[in-house]
């Protein structure tokens, strides 16, 4: 089955203490991107890679670190989480132009 | 700046109804326009894809248009069931990013 996979689904973290939300997809897809979801303010990309050790920021890049060393994966790191990153992250895949991206189930990470 | 907007934001109708959801973008230059619906506190599924170069997609009872001039897209659910009642997104691929709507969230009344 074709699909975008994140873990943890919930995490539940301090302030500063590292972490890091992985992403797979199994489609071969080279566009990745990661958005965060939070109310009053819809979603919004913090990353993307246009392939292989290809990466760039998106709209709210700020205290979010990515990689992407392989072509499935795609993780997405916070080097000192603060609780203002508390938020529902979603991961995504496309190929491009003709079956539009496809979302991951979301990781709902709260920073206290 | 890119900006998506959907109307109306909350809608509420007995099981049956046909309904349409509208969505309006502010930069013509788009690249697709894909629907989502989300459950609440899960994940984006797809619903409808139209790229650029299209003018409607259908899936089952659901039929999206896109007019590209005017900046607009439609969504339009037939016979609405209470299996339908959830948020629909509008998103709109500019490039190398989705600029999603704020939603309109649907409740059908059995």
């Known amino acids: 089955e074709a699909q975008v996979t994140q873990n943890p689904r919930y995490l539940i973290t301090v302030t500063g203490k590292k972490l890091t939300v992985t992403c797979s997809q199994n489609?071969?897809?080279?566009?990745m991107s990661w958005y965060r979801q939070d109310p009053g303010l819809g979603l919004r990309q913090i990353y993307y890679s246009m392939n292989v050790e290809v990466t760039d920021k998106g709209d709210v890049p700020e205290g979010y670190k990515v990689s992407r060393k392989e072509k499935r994966n795609f993780p997405l790191i916070l080097e000192s989480p603060s609780p203002n990153q508390t938020s529902l992250y979603f991961c995504?895949?496309?190929?491009?132009?003709?079956?539009?991206?496809?979302f991951g189930s979301g990781t709902r990470l709260t920073v206290v | 700046k890119q900006e998506v907007t959907q109307i109306p934001a909350a809608l509420s109708v007995p099981e049956g109804e046909n309904l349409v959801l509208n969505c309006s973008f502010t930069d013509s230059a788009i690249y697709n326009l894909q629907w989502f619906r989300q459950d609440p506190g899960k994940g984006l599924t797809s619903l409808l894809l139209i790229q650029s170069s299209q003018r409607e997609q259908t899936s089952g009872r659901l039929n999206a248009s896109l007019d590209k001039s005017s900046g607009r897209s439609t969504l339009y659910i037939a016979a609405s069931q209470p299996g339908d009642s959830a948020t629909y997104l509008c998103?709109?691929?500019?490039?190398?990013?989705?600029?999603f709507g704020a939603g309109t969230i649907l409740r059908v009344k059995s």
């Open positions: 998103a709109v691929e500019y490039g190398n990013k989705l600029v």
């Open positions: 489609m071969n897809h080279e566009y």
């Open positions: 995504a895949s496309s190929d491009g132009a003709n079956y539009g991206y496809t």
